[in-house]
C-alpha cells in the first residue's frame, strides 16, 4: 500500500518562500510518477508539477519559473520548493503518486493521495 504524508505548510507573505515534503512509504518516489496538486477554496483541483521516474519534470504555466518539484529516492521523498509566492498559490496542497507516467496519471487519475498540506499566502 502506498502511503503519502505531506508537510511543510504554513502562512507567508507575497514575495516568501516555502519547501512542500511528501515522505512516501517503500521506494515509491523512484519507481512511481509523482505530483503536487493544489486546490483553493470553491476551486477545482489544479495539477502544479510532476516527475517521472527518470526525473522529469513538468509545470503549469502558472507556477513555471517559481515553483521546483524534486525528489530524494534514497529519502523516498518527494519535494516542491515554492518561491515568490503570490495569494493566488493559496490553498490545499496535496502530492500523489501513480505507476503508469504522468500523462497517463494526468489523463485518467492519479491513484494515490497525500492527506494535504494548507498554504497561506497573504499580500
Known amino acids: 500500500q502506498v502511503q503519502l504524508v505531506e508537510s511543510g505548510g504554513g502562512s507567508v507573505q507575497t514575495g516568501g518562500s516555502l519547501r512542500l515534503s511528501c515522505a512516501t512509504s517503500g521506494d515509491t518516489a523512484r519507481r512511481y510518477s509523482m505530483g503536487w496538486f493544489r486546490q483553493a477554496p470553491g476551486k477545482e483541483r489544479e495539477q502544479v508539477a510532476t516527475?517521472?521516474?527518470?526525473?522529469?519534470?513538468g509545470y503549469a504555466d502558472s507556477v513555471r519559473g517559481r515553483f521546483t518539484i524534486s525528489k530524494d529516492n534514497p529519502k523516498n521523498t518527494l519535494y516542491l520548493q515554492m518561491n515568490n509566492l503570490k495569494p493566488e498559490d493559496t490553498g490545499m496542497y496535496y502530492c500523489?503518486?501513480?505507476?503508469?507516467?504522468?500523462?497517463?496519471?494526468?489523463?485518467?487519475?492519479?491513484?494515490?493521495w497525500g492527506q494535504g498540506t494548507q498554504v497561506t499566502v497573504s499580500s
Open positions: 500523489a503518486a501513480d505507476p503508469r507516467p504522468p500523462w497517463l496519471a494526468s489523463k485518467y487519475g492519479y491513484n494515490y
Open positions: 516527475i517521472d521516474s527518470d526525473g522529469r519534470t
